[in-house]
């Protein structure tokens, strides 16, 4: 009775191990923020890369980051708990960062690959965790990730404005340092709050006897320990001849398939429901994260390129989407909270739909700017601020409330693992958002598929360019045309599977059960 008096204990109305989780977590997404922002641009103009081939890095890169908390997830719910899986994450990112300012091939792919892993351990159980601090039902749920992914969007703000300042004015190597400073203040919040005891019982081990097992003279948690670090050359590879990635998704999409047709058959059928509606947020998530994510590629090298940027680099353009969500994160878990008082608050299902749809017309408006370019090819920045802004909103339809869902969609004893489930949409939209990248690329003699029929009709009725105009007034043109046409083409869709999303909620919320 004690405990639970004690775990109700508040701080502005949220459990008290909300905030340290918040500061943990705003200081690991400084560092991977920071990171991101800096490195297609690193790609491109320190080490040389091509397009094509930057795209291809920065693709599977962070399209792998996001399917490493599968593993993560499933270690973390047999053997290491919450709290050890995050420390070591937390140790193999930082050394990720630090690796990185070493400018040798095999420094540059051991780093991503450091990250790579470290992330899997990381990220699916402090999101986890935010969940435990609530019980079953509880209405602050929502309102609480939402403030959570204010702290991950502060991170995300501030870090490409410092590391890409640093990176300019004293060399690339300051910036990563920078980010890899941001994960060690990361952990030392997190242990902060465990000396605090503000977590109580939660994330522990799950079973200690079973951690203690002996295998080669090592027990289970420290044989994980050394498996994460030699795996790392196995992650390094696969980016480098990240070509051949399409082989690791058809082969993670069969194992997650297996998994969850496992977990499927011993649920019973209200569960089993609120199964399929993981699936369906999570294919969703994907295609929300495939154009969404163009944010760190394509539209990093647009803002570069094509847009007359005012007050900031084309790296530090990466903060504006975070610096948005900052501003309207508590708006929106006051909005929430509003319309739960009043029985107004739309179900998740609609949110979701709602999400896709704004997501899309940012796009849209992207691509609109190419009306207003001048003789060199330069759009106005108001159409980038107001894109993110548009597409951040959809944002927060969708992300903070998706991940607030899969805490209470998910069987309890799976719980980690659904999350990394869950944190597969990132690897599929983001291996995907690499596709996408690559089609804004300028292939001497070769026409984009966006020029012709229906979709090049739609391309300029929105942007006023079209391949001959483009051809006419020049290269500076041809890559905005390049640019433009892929955005306003995926806007078009996103809108038109958001509209459907909405219009298939009522079946969606009949499966969620008591989950609203």
């Not at 095999?106 to 990250?115: H, P, Q, V, Y």
């Not at 994160?329 to 704004?358: C, D, M, Q, V």
Request: with cysteine.
């Amino acid at each position: 009775m004690t405990n639970r008096v004690i775990h109700h204990e508040n701080f502005l109305g949220h459990p008290k191990g909300l905030f340290y989780l918040f500061f943990a977590e705003l200081w690991e997404r400084f560092s991977f923020y920071g990171m991101r922002a800096l490195l297609v641009l690193y790609m491109t103009k320190q080490l040389l890369f091509t397009d094509t081939m930057s795209f291809g890095v920065y693709g599977a890169y962070m399209s792998l980051v996001y399917f490493t908390p599968i593993i993560g997830g499933i270690l973390s719910d047999n053997y290491l708990g919450n709290r050890k899986s995050i420390i070591l994450g937390g140790v193999l990112m930082a050394l990720g960062h630090f690796f990185l300012t070493i400018e040798q091939p095999i420094f540059f792919f051991g780093s991503l690959a450091l990250i790579i892993v470290g992330n899997g351990f990381f990220k699916p159980n402090i999101s986890t965790f935010v969940g435990s601090l609530y019980e079953q039902g509880d209405m602050r749920r929502d309102s609480g990730f939402t403030i959570f992914y204010m702290g991950i969007n502060i991170g995300g703000a501030v870090a490409p404005l410092l590391c890409a300042w640093l990176a300019e004015l004293y060399g690339w190597h300051y910036g990563f340092i920078l980010a890899g400073l941001g994960m060690l203040a990361g952990l030392l919040f997190f242990q902060r709050g465990i000396k605090a005891n503000v977590f109580f019982d939660k994330g522990m081990v799950p079973n200690q006897a079973l951690f203690n097992q002996k295998i080669l003279g090592l027990d289970k948690g420290q044989l994980i320990t050394l498996l994460a670090f030699l795996s790392v050359p196995i992650f390094a590879l696969i980016v480098k001849f990240n070509q051949y990635e399409h082989y690791i998704v058809w082969i993670a999409t069969f194992f997650i398939l297996v998994a969850l047709a496992y977990i499927y058959r011993s649920v019973d059928k209200v569960a089993q429901n609120k199964l399929l509606v993981v699936v369906y947020f999570t294919v969703l998530m994907s295609l929300f994260w495939a154009i969404f994510e163009q944010a760190g590629s394509s539209l990093t090298l647009f803002a570069d390129r094509n847009i007359n940027l005012i007050g900031m680099t084309a790296a530090q353009t990466n903060s504006i989407n975070s610096g948005f969500i900052i501003l309207l994160a508590f708006p929106f878990s006051w909005l929430w909270s509003f319309l739960r008082r009043r029985s107004s608050n739309p179900n998740s299902a609609i949110k979701s739909g709602i999400g896709l749809f704004l997501l899309g017309l940012g796009f849209i408006i992207f691509g609109a700017s190419a009306n207003s370019a001048d003789s060199a090819g330069q759009t106005p920045m108001f159409y980038l601020i107001l894109g993110y802004f548009v597409l951040t909103i959809g944002e927060l339809f969708i992300s903070p409330i998706g991940l607030s869902k899969m805490t209470e969609l998910s069987p309890v004893k799976y719980l980690a693992f659904i999350m990394g489930v869950f944190f597969t949409s990132s690897f599929y939209g983001h291996f995907f958002a690499g596709k996408i990248a690559k089609l804004t690329t300028v292939v001497e003699g070769q026409e984009n598929i966006f020029s012709k029929g229906i979709l090049g009709q739609a391309t300029e009725l929105l942007t006023g360019l079209s391949p001959r105009i483009s051809s006419t007034d020049g290269e500076a043109f041809q890559q905005l045309y390049s640019y433009v046409s892929v955005f306003s083409c995926f806007g078009i869709i996103a809108m038109l599977i958001g509209v459907l999303a909405i219009l298939l909620s009522p079946i969606i919320k009949s499966l969620m059960g008591d989950v609203q």
